[in-house]
C-alpha cells in the first residue's frame, strides 16, 4: 500500500478527485505514524509518578529525590526539543525519531537493575528525558509545518493529543503490573513498547511532500517549499538570538513555563502520590489520571478546531483562567475513594490539560513564519523548565509540610500570570519589535 501511495501525482488537495476516485493524501499517513510515536513515547513520561511510593518503600528514597529525577527528565526533555527540530532538518525525521526511541528503551533498561540513587537519575533523569526531548511537541511542530497547509490546527491538536492517549493506555495498565509484579515489570513494558515502534517508523515515516512528488496537504498548485537554510547545526541558536529579540517570544516562553508546572511536572508526577496521603489506592488514582487523557484527548482536539477559527490569545487566556481555578480547589475534593466531585474536576481538568498547545503553536507560526518549529522547540523548552522545578519544588514541599496543599494553591495563582502574559500579546506589527520572518495566517 505504501508503494501505491508514493507514486500519487504531484498535486493533491482536500476535495481534489482523480478519474479512479479520491485517494487519502500521505500527509494522513505522516500524521498517522506521529500519532503512534508519540503514543509510545507517552508510556515513559506516564511511569514516574507510579514509581514514587515504590521506590520510597524500596530504597528509601525521598518524594524530593524521585521528584528531582523527574525535574532533570522533563528539563532534558525541553533543551532536547530546539536542537532535535534543527537535527530533524538536517539528518531527517525517521533516523532522529528512531534514536530516540532507543535511548528512551536505554534509559528504561538501566533503571530495572538500579539500587544507586544517581542510576535513577540517570536512566528516568537523562536518557529518559534526553529521547523524549527529541520527540514530543517539536516534533508534532515540525510534521505539520511540513506536511499540511489547510487544518494544521486540527491536526496539531490531534497530536497533542496523542500524549493523553499514551496515559490512557498505558497507566492503568502499569498501575496493575506495580501492584501486581512490582515496578521493574513497568519498566520492561515500556522499553518494550518503545523499542516495538521503531520498527514502524523506519517502514512508514516519510521526510517532505516533495520526496513523494506532492504537494503539503491544501497547498495551492503555486506553493513553493522553503528552503532549509544553511549551517542548519547552528540553527537552533541562531533563532533563538533572533526569536529572543522580541517581546511575543518572551511572553509565549512565560506561560507556557507555567503550562509545564501546572501540568507536567505538578499533576502529572504528584497527583498519584498526593491521592496516596489522603488513602487512595493507586489503582485508582492512576485510574483517574488515566481519565484526564481520555478527557484531553477531546479537549486538545477540539482546541485545535478553535485555533482554526478564534483569536489564539484570548483562547490561552481563558484556558489559563479555568485552569488556575479547577487547582484552588483539588486539595479539598481528595478522599479515600472516589466520589462525583472529583470526577467532576478530572473531567474538567482533563479538557483545559494541553489545550493550550494548538493556540501557542499557531502564534510562533504567525509571528515567526519558517522558523516556528524551532521557536516553538525553544518555547517547549521554557514548558519544561517550569515543570522541572516544581516536580522537585512539589516533592520538597510534601516532604517538610506533610502535604502538597501549598503546592496546588500556588499553581492555581501562577495560571493567573500566564493569562495575563497571554493577553498581553498583539499582533505582528502591533507592538514593538517585528515577526522574524513574513507571518503566515494561524490556519493557513
Not at 537523562?126 to 487544518?151: K, P
Not at 517585528?434 to 493557513?444: E, G, K
Request: glycine share 10%; charged share 10%.
Amino acid at each position: 500500500m505504501t508503494d501505491q501511495l508514493e507514486s500519487t501525482p504531484a498535486v493533491e488537495s482536500p476535495g481534489h478527485t482523480r478519474p479512479n476516485g479520491p485517494r487519502l493524501h500521505y500527509a494522513w499517513i505522516v500524521a498517522a505514524v506521529a500519532l503512534v510515536v508519540l503514543v509510545g513515547a507517552a508510556g515513559f513520561r506516564s511511569t514516574p509518578s507510579l514509581l514514587m511510593e515504590p521506590l520510597h518503600h524500596e530504597f528509601g528514597w525521598s518524594h524530593g529525590l524521585v521528584g528531582t529525577a523527574v525535574s532533570i527528565n522533563v528539563l532534558l526533555n525541553g533543551l532536547a526539543a530546539p536542537f532535535a527540530a534543527a537535527l530533524m532538518d538536517r539528518f531527517g525525521i525517521r533516523p532522529v525519531v528512531s534514536a530516540a526511541l532507543a535511548v528512551m528503551a536505554l534509559g528504561a533498561g538501566v533503571t530495572i537493575v538500579m539500587d544507586q540513587p544517581w542510576e535513577l537519575l540517570l536512566g528516568w533523569g537523562f536518557l529518559v528525558g534526553l529521547g523524549s526531548g527529541s520527540m514530543a511537541l517539536a516534533f508534532s511542530a515540525t510534521v505539520t509545518a511540513r506536511w499540511f497547509v489547510a487544518q494544521r490546527g486540527l491536526v496539531t491538536g490531534v497530536l497533542t493529543a496523542a500524549s493523553a492517549a499514551g496515559n490512557l493506555v498505558f497507566l492503568p495498565v502499569l498501575a496493575w503490573l506495580v501492584q501486581q509484579y512490582g515496578w521493574r515489570s513497568a519498566s520492561i513494558t515500556v522499553a518494550v513498547c518503545a523499542l516495538a515502534v521503531v520498527p514502524v517508523v523506519a517502514l512508514l515515516m516519510r521526510e517532505r511532500p516533495s520526496d513523494l512528488g506532492l504537494l503539503p496537504y491544501g497547498a495551492p498548485e503555486d506553493h513553493v517549499e522553503p528552503e532549509v537554510p544553511a549551517g542548519r547545526g547552528l540553527r537552533a541558536v541562531r533563532v533563538l538570538r533572533e526569536a529572543a529579540r522580541t517581546r511575543a517570544f518572551w511572553l509565549l516562553t512565560g506561560s507556557f513555563a507555567i503550562c509545564g508546572a501546572t501540568t507536567n511536572g505538578l499533576v502529572g508526577t504528584h497527583f498519584i502520590p498526593a491521592a496516596g496521603d489522603h488513602g487512595m489506592a493507586e489503582t485508582a488514582a492512576a485510574s483517574l489520571l488515566a481519565l484526564v487523557g481520555i478527557f484531553d484527548v477531546v479537549g486538545t482536539v477540539f482546541s485545535g478546531w478553535l485555533t482554526d477559527r478564534l483569536d489564539s490569545r484570548k483562547l490561552l487566556g481563558v484556558y489559563y483562567v479555568l485552569r488556575g481555578a479547577s487547582l484552588l480547589v483539588l486539595p479539598v475534593l481528595f478522599a479515600r475513594t472516589v466520589h462525583p466531585s472529583m470526577v467532576v474536576f478530572i473531567m474538567f481538568y482533563g479538557l483545559d490539560w494541553v489545550a493550550t498547545v494548538p493556540p501557542t503553536v499557531a502564534l510562533c507560526r504567525e509571528w515567526f513564519g519558517d522558523d516556528a518549529p524551532v521557536v516553538f522547540g525553544w518555547v517547549l523548552c521554557g514548558h519544561q523548565v517550569g515543570a522541572a522545578i516544581v516536580a522537585a519544588l512539589a516533592g520538597v514541599i510534601r516532604d517538610q509540610l506533610g502535604s502538597y496543599d501549598l503546592a496546588w494553591y500556588g499553581a492555581g495563582a501562577l495560571c493567573a500570570v500566564a493569562a495575563a502574559c497571554s493577553l498581553m500579546l498583539r499582533r505582528p506589527g502591533a507592538e514593538e519589535g517585528t515577526p522574524l520572518r513574513p507571518t503566515v495566517p494561524a490556519a493557513a
